[in-house]
């Protein structure tokens, strides 16, 4: 038994850049798909959703935190889909998260609501220290930043 779990293990671990391609397609994905009402939502959503930030003493331009909340939600998710920018994008969605956490807890709404925020938000957080794994646009990016030198460098001696 023992060997089969160790095999397996290594079996999948070939995969890891396949699982990380799925978690941002599907997380990436649904952010887009909760953040699309928002972000085009117009000023009224957008001064709805920011009223929030009175719980945290913040009372001035609601329309802008608002359209900051849907904008994380939905350009956050693409971001994230796509591995570009993607541990700037993790910490946008980090903090928003942690602002929708706060909020439902402090609005009385308990854990059963809150939870959903709290999940994903340690879900970016974590997200954020693994990185995108090599099927992203980063990655790409990466690597021809990589090959742009070493053929200067080539050319260079």
């Known amino acids: 038994m023992k060997n089969w779990y160790v095999d397996f293990n290594q079996a999948i671990k ?15 994905g649904m952010f887009m798909w909760h953040g699309f009402p928002k972000i085009f939502g117009g000023m009224e959503k957008w001064t709805a959703l920011g009223e929030t930030m009175g719980m945290f003493g913040i ?56 939870s959903q925020s709290l999940e994903d938000g340690f879900s970016f957080l974590a997200a954020f220290f693994v990185g995108p794994g090599k099927y992203s646009v980063d990655e790409y990016l990466q690597q021809n930043k990589a090959a742009n030198k070493i053929m200067i460098a080539q050319t260079d001696g």
């Open 59 to 114: 009372h001035f331009v609601p329309a802008f935190w608002g359209f900051m909340s849907g904008f994380a939600e939905f350009f956050g998710g693409l971001l994230i889909a796509l591995g570009l920018f993607y541990r700037l994008a993790c910490l946008l969605l980090v903090f928003n998260l942690s602002i929708a956490f706060a909020s439902q807890m402090i609005g009385g709404k308990g854990l059963m609501k809150a």
């Open 14 to 28: 070939s995969y890891q850049d396949i699982g990380l391609l799925i978690f941002r397609l599907g997380l990436g």
